[in-house]
């Protein structure tokens, strides 16, 4: 059974910094693309950044480019989410996921999910 376990979340003011890390256990870790995904009060979730399984390629939604970074440790069973540059607009709850197939970018098949951790920008 995969389970994602996220961490890192919290409050920051805009312009700051935080890291999230998404500890993954009960799969083969390194041969999954894995994603990261939002969801802001009142709206629906939506696609932040995914990686490769060998974490060459990334793929990131046109809002967070040049301020966000996936990356990925598959000796430790982990992806992270660098955020830079904070802004309130990013304030939501940010989930792991991991793709289910060959497929790693935006359209895969996201089968697992964690259970959220909340981030919060104040402005």
């Known amino acids: 059974q995969v389970q994602l376990v996220e961490a890192g979340g919290g409050l920051v003011q805009a312009g700051g910094s935080l890291r999230l890390s998404c500890a993954s256990s009960g799969h083969t870790f390194s041969t999954y693309g894995m994603g990261w995904f939002r969801q802001a009060p009142g709206k629906e979730r939506e696609f932040v950044a995914s990686?490769?399984?060998?974490?060459?390629?990334?793929d990131y939604t046109e809002s967070v480019k040049g301020r966000f970074t996936i990356s990925r440790d598959n000796g430790k069973n982990t992806v992270y989410l660098q955020m830079n540059s904070l802004k309130p607009e990013d304030t939501a709850v940010y989930y792991c996921a991991g793709a289910y197939g060959s497929r790693w970018s935006r359209n895969a098949d996201f089968r697992y999910w964690g259970q959220g951790t909340q981030v919060t920008v104040s402005s």
């Open positions: 990686i490769s399984w060998s974490g060459r390629s990334t």
